[in-house]
């Protein structure tokens, strides 16, 4: 029988490497994993500042600013990308809150808006622009066609970034808390957590980080791995993006970490 493969397991709340036999049991009353609200204050501020940087390249291309010394159209290039720049970083911060604390999922609708804010403050970043720069009979070709890709470019890139493919609602939160009181593990790629160190989805991992499982899912891991649910018989949290059923504990063969 091949040698069970060692790893370094981290703790979440000291960074540190922590001995197997020294490792101590979550605490049933978890402790906080984030300022919630900081980081959506933080967020806000960044988008504002976002649209600011969009007003400001539709006065250079109004023709009513201007950057001495700078032609027209690297002012918009820079503006643009520090209005990307600011778009990206907010809605980082944005789904990290969302993680910490999640919106409830009981309105299908809402609960996409929220957990995606990034994406329509992007479309309003950027969309603006691009329609005046298409409208405004001023502005020369090679301007207006550089400007248009560089904004039809940024929109893409922050929207995609800015959108949660790892949502988590209140629901699934409180179920997860419910089902599991001990420590779970995580890799450092993928958006799964695991209840065992030792779970077969882990063999190529040489590094875990163990933590409790608010601080799992404030870390973007958002599901438990579907080996580890059958394992332990856990059947009411989320795996693989679905509730767990006794019908849907099947684990597929490429379960990843």
């Known amino acids: 029988m091949a040698e069970e493969k060692k790893k370094k397991i981290v703790s979440a709340d000291t960074g540190e490497e922590v001995a197997a036999g020294s490792r101590k049991k979550a605490p049933k009353e978890a402790p906080p994993v984030g300022n919630a609200t900081g980081l959506r204050i933080g967020a806000i501020a960044l988008w504002v500042v976002a649209i600011i940087f ?25 503006l643009l990308v520090l209005d990307l720049a600011c778009v990206i970083i907010g809605s980082q911060l944005w789904k ?20 995606n804010m990034g994406v ?4 309003l970043a950027f969309l603006p622009f691009i329609i005046v720069i298409l409208v405004n009979k001023e502005t020369d070709r090679k301007t207006k066609a550089i400007a248009v890709v560089v904004a039809i470019i940024a929109l893409l ?20 808390q419910q089902a599991i009181t001990d420590d779970v ?19 190529h991992s040489d590094e875990l980080t163990y933590g409790t499982v608010e601080q799992a899912i404030a870390a973007n891991r958002t599901r438990l791995c579907s080996f580890c649910a059958k394992r332990d018989e856990i059947t009411t949290v989320v795996t693989d993006g679905l509730e767990v059923s006794e019908e849907d504990l099947v684990i597929p063969a490429d379960e990843g970490e």
């Open 54 to 78: 969009e007003v400001l390249a539709l006065l250079v291309v109004l023709g009513k600013f201007t950057v001495p010394f700078l032609p027209s159209i690297w002012t918009l290039i820079i």
């Open 96 to 115: 990290k809150a969302n993680h910490i604390k999640p919106a409830s999922e009981k309105n299908k609708l809402l609960f996409w808006l929220w957990n």
């Open 120 to 123: 329509i403050v992007a479309v």
């Open 157 to 176: 890139i922050g929207g995609l970034a800015s959108y949660d493919f790892n949502p988590v609602s209140s629901e699934q939160l409180e179920a997860a």
């Open 185 to 203: 593990y995580w890799s450092p790629f993928g958006h799964v957590y695991h209840t065992h160190d030792d779970c077969q989805a882990l063999n």
